[in-house]
């Protein structure tokens, strides 16, 4: 297999894995149609952050890692699925909470954004899953003797898929009626979101000490 095989094989099986929904989609979505545009992009970005962190540990060999130190997978499921459940024990709380968008722009703050960033890059490298894609497809794609060039068109090509998508995601529902939408339905819509997120983190959990 030649490096730009495995390149293109690399790319298409990310971008179906980023676009499967999941708890990073829940985050980012949510984020969009109640914060903003700003802030939802600043969360695609963290997603993409994420994703890259994630392709450089599988390319050093994360796959191998939890071949040898199965406790280690283990470790990871628990403590990132209890972090995804508490993501979703948060949204649920802030169900009843209204919501103040009277003055978007000032919203739209370096520290707010930050914020935002830091959220989605915890909630991408927290889903033990998405460690797994990584590794796993790594491992099917991977060239027998990868050239530091390849493993840098990598981890580029993965923080382009990563951050792209959401940010579509982010600009695609910060638009006006899904907003509006979203505020004449915030309680049901972020009860939803937070049982989601929630069922996905504690399913995580639980699946690790079933093991």
């Known amino acids: 297999m030649t490096e730009i095989t495995a390149l293109l094989g690399i790319a298409a099986a990310i971008c179906v894995g980023a676009a499967s929904p999941g708890p990073s989609f829940v985050m ?12 939802g992009l600043s969360a695609a970005l963290g997603m993409g952050l994420g994703g890259l962190l994630l392709a450089i540990a599988a390319l050093a060999g994360l796959n191998a890692a939890f071949a040898a130190v199965p406790a280690l997978f283990i470790v990871l499921k628990v403590v ?13 709380r802030g169900a009843r909470q209204p919501l103040d968008v009277s003055d978007s722009g000032a919203a739209d703050t370096p520290a707010r954004n930050k914020n935002h960033l830091l959220l989605g890059f915890t909630t991408q490298v927290s889903n033990p899953k998405a460690a797994v894609v990584y590794s796993s497809v790594f491992a099917a794609f991977l060239p027998a003797a990868p050239s530091l060039q390849f493993d840098m068109a990598v981890a580029v090509v993965i923080f382009i898929i990563e951050a792209g998508w959401y940010a579509f995601v982010a600009t695609v529902l910060s638009a006006q009626a899904p907003r509006n ?21 504690l399913k995580l959990a639980v699946s690790a000490v079933e093991r």
């Not at 980012?28 to 802030?39: E, H, I, M, N, S």
């Not at 979203?182 to 939803?192: A, Q």
């Open 80 to 92: 990132g699925g209890l972090y995804l459940a508490y993501l979703g024990f948060r949204i649920w």
């Open 181 to 201: 939408t979203y505020l004449r339905c915030k309680k049901w819509v972020d009860r939803c979101a937070g049982a989601v997120m929630g069922a996905l983190g």
């Open 28 to 39: 980012v979505a949510r984020t969009a149609v109640a914060c903003g545009r700003a802030q």
